[in-house]
């Protein structure tokens, strides 16, 4: 159950449980991300739970897939604000005025990112997870991976780029949802 769904009316709450996926792959169009876009679907619905609804829609799924659009527009459009107003030296900056220890904010994001990166990485099979883990984290070559694995040097290759891309991918939506 959603937060806020005994508030919403059946109509509604149907046609937004019904048409999740699409609503989330009209968001991930607009932001690029579809991670972001299942949050950004699901703030939507929250929205739709505080309205105070006096008269039925007509059109729900027309009215759900404009409510998930315009948020989404109005991401986008705040990130890119927000990039454009980022200076390209503040890290560096406050680098120099607080020293080498990150401060607690600093720790909490590192921790919040090595999170993401887990959770990304156990969505894989267990067999690329350990490649990986081999290769990147242990430094053993990609031959001797292969050798522990029982599976050809080729294939390791590819499971340590599944995963690498993986990370990549959830970095980038992680990223793109900090800068809100």
């Known amino acids: 159950m959603y937060p806020g769904q005994e508030t919403v009316s059946p109509v509604l709450r149907d046609a937004f449980i019904h048409h999740r ?3 989330v792959d009209a968001a991930a169009r607009i932001v690029g991300c579809r991670w972001r876009a299942e949050e950004l679907t699901q703030d939507a619905f929250i929205k739709l739970s505080e309205l105070d609804m006096a008269q039925p829609i007509e059109r729900p799924l ?5 409510m998930v659009r315009n948020h989404a ?43 993401m990166l887990e959770r990304a990485l156990n969505r894989l099979p267990e067999r ?20 522990q694995l029982g ?15 993986q990370c990549q991918t959830a970095l980038a939506c ?3 949802g900090m800068s809100k």
Request: charged fraction near 30%.
């Open 21 to 23: 996926r699409a609503l």
């Open 128 to 147: 690329t997870r350990h490649a990986f883990a081999l290769h990147r984290i242990d430094g053993e070559t990609q031959k001797s991976v292969a050798a």
């Open 151 to 165: 599976v050809s040097p080729t294939l390791v290759n590819f499971m340590i780029r599944d995963a690498h891309l």
């Open 62 to 66: 027309h009215y759900l897939f404009r």
């Open 73 to 115: 527009i109005d991401s986008a459009r705040r990130a890119a604000l927000e990039s454009r107003y980022h200076e390209p030296g503040d890290e560096e900056e406050i680098a120099r005025l607080t020293g080498p220890w990150p401060s607690p904010e600093n720790r909490l994001i590192q921790r919040e990112t090595l999170a």
């Open 174 to 176: 992680y990223e793109s």
